[in-house]
């Protein structure tokens, strides 16, 4: 059974730093692209971040690019999501998701929340 745990969301203050975890298993984690998701209260979801299988090849969506990192170990079957210079707009459930599977086949989500 695929098993998707994110954590290490919370409440900051805008300009603040947050890094994000997924533990995975169930799977061969270093065989997937991995993606990072998030959904803001009252829309839909947006992907934020993908990377590769190796970790050697990263993408992110333009609102976030120059502020969130995307890594993985596969040693440790875990993604990560680095958040810096963090703003109200980046508030949501931020969710992570293999790169092959739909959107209900993600974590339980981490909340972030953005506000002074």
């Known amino acids: 059974e695929v098993r998707l745990v994110e954590s290490g969301g919370g409440l900051v203050q805008p300009g603040e730093s947050l890094r994000l975890s997924c533990a995975a298993s169930?799977?061969?984690?270093?065989?997937?692209?991995m993606n990072w998701v998030r959904q803001a209260p009252g829309k839909g979801p947006e992907w934020v971040s993908r990377?590769?299988?190796?970790?050697?090849?990263?993408s992110y969506t333009d609102s976030v690019k120059g502020r969130f990192t995307i890594s993985r170990n596969n040693a440790k079957n875990t993604l990560y999501l680095q958040m810096n210079n963090l703003t109200p707009e980046d508030t949501a459930v931020y969710y992570c998701?293999?790169?092959?599977?739909?959107?209900?086949?993600r974590g339980q989500g981490t909340q972030v929340t953005v506000s002074s």
């Open positions: 998701k293999r790169a092959d599977a739909g959107w209900p086949e």
């Open positions: 990377i590769s299988r190796r970790g050697d090849i990263t």
């Open positions: 169930g799977f061969a984690f270093s065989a997937y692209e």
